[in-house]
Every structure is written in structure tokens, then in C-alpha cells.
């Protein structure tokens, strides 16, 4: 699904316009709730914003946004490098919470795919509904858990 939706993103003549007059900008992260749509972010190292297109029935360009200020450097993603699959990343998420997390009850399931450390990544969180989450690191090249945690959202 991410790679057809980032296709179907960069054929877009209104994003074609777009991208022809900010050439600065780059593809940062893509992001997807369960029931929604997916999401593709656009950042620029030169003004530092961020720019949002929301790919529904219709593409949705979301005006400049200013991005949390961090020391660490936000990179390119490069769709090539998702290998492995949304399903195959959410599966493996889950297996890992029915195993280290069993009295968890998942209420809903959201991720980022990015750059985190050099590799690209499903950032994956899944919110319980007693307001816990899990977050998942999975390599998006090899399907590997990289890591886990569980805390309690008001930490999160």
C-alpha cells in the first residue's frame, strides 16, 4: 500500500507543479493511522518546514508548518529502501505484543515510516485502551524488531 500511494503521490500533476518550484524539499516520512489515509511529508533543510500531503480520493497539500525544533538531523527517505511490507511490519508488531504485552488490548495501530540512525524504519505505535502505548522500531529492509517499549501515554 505505501508503495502504490507514494506512486500514485509522485504522478500527481499538482504535485509535479509543486515539487518543480521547491526543490529543496524531500521526502522526510510517510504516515498511516488504521481507518485512515496515508500521509507524506515533505521537509525542507532550508527553510526547515515540513509540507503535508494527505493522499485520500484526492491529494491534499497541507500549507508550510514549522517542525519541532531537535538536534537530530532529518533525513531522506527513500521509498526503494521499504522492502518489506506494511502488513508484514504490522504482523510482526503484533506478534511481538501478543508475546511481551499480553494484558495489553490494542485499540489502535499507527505508523511512520523514516529514517531513524541511518536506517529506515516502521516507527509503529499501538495505543491500548487504557491509554498505554507500545512503540515498534522495524527495519523496513529486513522485517527486524529492532526494539520495543511500553509506557504509559502521558509519557509518551
Request: aromatic share 12%; charged share 30%; glycine share 4%.
Amino acid at each position: 500500500m505505501f508503495h502504490k500511494k507514494i506512486k500514485e503521490l509522485l504522478a500527481d500533476e499538482g504535485f509535479k507543479d509543486w515539487i518543480s518550484e521547491h526543490k529543496d524539499f524531500f521526502l522526510a516520512h510517510a504516515f498511516f493511522m488504521e481507518g485512515g489515509d496515508w500521509q507524506f511529508g515533505f521537509y525542507s533543510p532550508v527553510s526547515e518546514k515540513m509540507v503535508t500531503f494527505k493522499c485520500g480520493d484526492k491529494i491534499v497539500r497541507s500549507k508550510e508548518e514549522d517542525i519541532l525544533k531537535s538536534d537530530k538531523v532529518i533525513s531522506k527517505l527513500d521509498p526503494d529502501k521499504v522492502v518489506i511490507s506494511f502488513d508484514d511490519a504490522l504482523a510482526e508488531a503484533s506478534k511481538v505484543a501478543e508475546r511481551e504485552y499480553p494484558s495489553l488490548v490494542v485499540s489502535k495501530r499507527f505508523l511512520v515510516i523514516q529514517v531513524i540512525d541511518d536506517t529506515v524504519v516502521f516507527n509503529i505505535t499501538f495505543l491500548a485502551q487504557n491509554f498505554n502505548t507500545i512503540n515498534f522500531r522495524i527495519d523496513a529492509k529486513t522485517g527486524k524488531v529492532l526494539r520495543h517499549s511500553a509506557q504509559a501515554l502521558a509519557s509518551f
